[in-house]
């Protein structure tokens, strides 16, 4: 458990922000559970170290969020999700029956969905794509 506190607090300081026992509780919550709304998040942190405020959780959701250590997906008609997988341009696969998501890399290539038909003079640097459906364990039981 030391181990992996002190990975995180590593990462904190490289990435420039400071190391609280909120955030590493934070970081490892989103490590053990990706695609999380903010209150599962703070739930999770609360279990490890006792009282936190769902705005703090929020403001340090924030703040990971722009320094580069959590991306914040927001699927239609979903709260805001969070996870560690940053740095890439994956996409994600949502149920629209219990709403799992998890992970799917690009298609083709490393990043073929960079390359619209027209960029429009933008400098595009990253993507988003979405892919619905019903998971595995929804369809068998309808």
């Known amino acids: ?7 995180f607090g590593a990462l904190l300081r490289e990435h420039g922000v400071q190391v609280t026992a909120q955030r590493v509780a934070l970081m490892r919550a989103v490590a053990e559970h990706p695609h999380a709304t ?4 703070a739930d999770q942190v609360r279990a490890v170290i006792g009282t936190v405020s769902r705005q703090a959780v929020y403001d340090s959701l924030g703040v990971l969020v722009e320094r580069g250590l959590v991306r914040r997906i ?4 979903s709260a805001a999700r969070f996870e560690g997988r940053v740095g890439d341009n994956h996409h994600h696969l949502i149920c629209r029956d219990c709403g799992a998501t998890v992970d799917v890399d690009c298609a083709v290539g490393a ?3 960079l390359s619209a038909n027209d960029d429009h003079g933008y400098e595009i640097d990253e993507a988003e794509v979405v892919y619905w459906g019903r998971c595995p364990a929804c ?3 309808s």
């Open 38 to 41: 903010a209150d599962v998040l």
């Open 74 to 77: 927001q699927p239609a008609g």
């Open 1 to 7: 458990m030391r181990h992996a506190a002190d990975t």
């Open 111 to 113: 990043t073929p969905c």
């Open 139 to 141: 369809r068998t039981t």
